[in-house]
């Protein structure tokens, strides 16, 4: 049996971590765009030293996995993020800081393994839990140090930020799930700089992960998966999800305080695709679970659902949060299972009729397998297949800077054929999802989470 096709814990088959760093030119199979200029760049989990005790995937340090294109041509780098826990880590010798899966001994490890963003000309690796964001040099990925904005920075920063691609504003939040204000909200200026920073008062404790935002309102979403607060306080964690709980998602002036709330039915997302505003109605898509947890007896639950028993099964929807009224409406719009959506960012805001998804595969748990693209426009979609028992990652639209429409562009994802061991970055036509190019990168790359583009030689 293929080792690389069974996992039986998050640092073997899929997940293996990579244990070097390394700069390497590419080979390419078709042709790269000549107008394709930047990087394109994912976060990853892997950890640096021998774990304590249990490994969870979320558990590892940041490293990031980066293409650089620049006429025609590719080349391959890895780098841990340097954060200050994984320096201390590295002058002990030793690993100090035990995983999610373990006991509370010390604070969480803030690995900036998450999420990557680039914004005012600096590309910044965000953590989940919301930790100091990590600014890269591009394309070295060499670490510059934590990102603080000229001072400005009061709280952390939590993957999922979003830039405003029309003001250059970086819209935030701050996740605490062990004490109040578990929210924090900020908004950057386009230098950045912190204008505005306001503590959000949720229902609990619960389990944030994303954001949205139109030209008026950034949508906040608190939905009824929570920390179990009696199991935090005996210094164990576990997420409980409460059926009869509602949905609540929140409209914030981009520069306020105040939320008003609306109300739905129980589910979670991990991830939005996009909000806009329509007259009275805010419009916000997501990847929507019905119900998040397991189907095993409560009692029976892990401290922490590992991914192997969380339920992964979102949908493409939509809610319509009526300003007028304070109703929400809300429908479903594919029967597919997607994650991971992402969409020219060029239409963050602002409607938008295209979305690219990564394919939840069926016999795994957690990976995709092919890529769709969302016309939601005319309710149809296409996908591209990765091939047999290859897996993909996120995957990020790059605009074509001679053309202005929506799906005018190239795609970007990392896809590992398990069967030969080897990762390719493919770069498909976002049109029609044909491939253009495929860069072969000299190794193979463990599963990764978020991924993004960054241009070189930007102004910083
Ligand atoms: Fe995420």
């Not at 912190?194 to 950034?218: K, M, Q, R, W, Y």
């Not at 609306?262 to 119900?291: M, Q």
């Not at 990020?396 to 799906?407: A, K």
Request: proline letters at 8%.
């Amino acid at each position: 049996m293929n080792p690389l096709l069974n996992a039986t814990s998050f640092l073997d088959g899929p997940y293996t971590p990579v244990t070097d760093e390394r700069t390497d030119h590419c080979r390419i199979s078709g042709e790269l765009p000549d107008a394709m200029r930047g990087m394109f760049v994912q976060n990853s989990p892997n950890p640096k030293l021998p774990p304590i005790g249990a490994y969870h995937w979320f558990d590892g340090d940041g490293m990031v996995h980066g293409v650089e294109i620049q006429d025609g041509k590719a080349t391959y780098r890895n780098r841990w993020t340097r954060t200050p826990d994984l320096a201390e880590e590295e002058a002990a010798g030793l690993a100090l800081y035990p995983g999610i899966l373990n006991p509370i001994t010390r604070r969480d490890k803030d690995t900036a393994n998450t999420d990557l963003c680039f914004h005012n000309g600096k590309l910044l690796a965000l953590w989940w839990l919301g930790g100091q964001p990590m600014q890269l040099d591009v394309p070295s990925l060499e670490t510059v140090g934590a990102e603080d904005f000229n001072g400005t920075l009061t709280c952390g920063v939590a993957a999922h930020p979003k830039v405003d691609p029309r003001t250059g504003e970086l819209l935030f939040f701050d996740y605490d799930p062990y004490e109040a204000p578990h929210m924090r909200y900020g908004v950057a200026s386009p230098d950045g700089r912190v204008t505005n920073c306001v503590d959000i008062e949720l229902g609990g404790p619960s389990l944030l992960h994303d954001i949205a935002f139109t030209p008026e309102h950034t949508v906040l979403l608190d939905f009824p998966m929570r920390w179990d607060v009696e199991r935090l306080a005996r210094g164990r964690r576990r997420v409980q999800f409460d059926t009869e709980a509602p949905a609540r998602i929140g409209l914030i002036p981009r520069h306020g305080s105040e939320v008003r709330w609306f109300e739905g039915p129980a589910c979670y997302s991990y991830h939005t695709v996009n909000a806009w505003e329509e007259g009275d109605e805010t419009v916000l898509i997501a990847c929507r679970i019905d119900n998040p947890m397991p189907s095993v007896p409560h009692d029976q639950e892990p401290d922490i659902p590992r991914l192997t028993f969380l339920r992964i099964h979102p949908f493409l929807h939509e809610w319509r949060l009526n300003r007028a009224t304070g109703q929400m409406t809300e429908r479903v719009l594919d029967d597919v299972p997607t994650e991971f959506p992402r969409i020219n960012d060029r239409f963050l805001g602002v409607k938008s009729r295209y979305a690219y998804h990564p394919r939840v595969a069926r016999a795994r748990n957690l990976v995709f397998d092919a890529l769709l693209k969302y016309d939601l426009e005319a309710g149809a979609n296409i996908t591209h297949e990765w091939g047999p028992d290859t897996i993909a990652g996120e995957a990020v639209f790059v605009s074509d800077p001679g053309r202005s429409g929506e799906d005018d562009g190239w795609l970007c994802a990392y896809a590992t054929d398990l069967r030969q061991g080897e990762t390719t970055l493919r770069v498909l036509d976002a049109s029609d999802l044909s491939e253009v190019a495929r860069v072969h990168i000299p190794r193979r790359m463990p599963i990764g989470f978020h991924a993004d583009w960054a241009p070189i030689g930007a102004p910083a």
